[in-house]
């Protein structure tokens, strides 16, 4: 574990102090160690949907294998009329 010290303005350490009273927390800490947690969830939520938004946009699958070879064939003759050497 590490530790942190935190400083608030008083309105908010009252608020946590009344959510401590409230008992939903045990402390302090246990109380913003879910701050973060729904924090770094919240992110990772963000970028999985950012990443399903992509895979939306994305074509349904590879190319044939056919298209795949004739698109190699044409690079590598492009290559040969460039001078290229393998």
């Not at 010290?5 to 246990?30: G, W, Y």
Request: hydrophobic share 35%; net charge negative; with cysteine.
């Amino acid at each position: 574990m590490s530790t942190r010290h935190i400083s608030l303005p008083p309105e908010l350490d009252r608020f946590v102090e009344a959510e401590l009273k409230q008992d939903l927390f045990n402390s302090v800490s246990a109380y913003f160690s879910e701050l973060v947690r729904q924090r770094r969830a919240k992110q990772i939520q963000e970028d999985l949907d950012l990443l399903c938004r992509g895979m939306d946009k994305a074509p349904p699958g590879p190319e044939p294998e056919e298209v795949i070879t004739s698109y190699i064939k044409a690079s590598r003759k492009e290559m040969e009329n460039e001078g290229w050497q393998p």
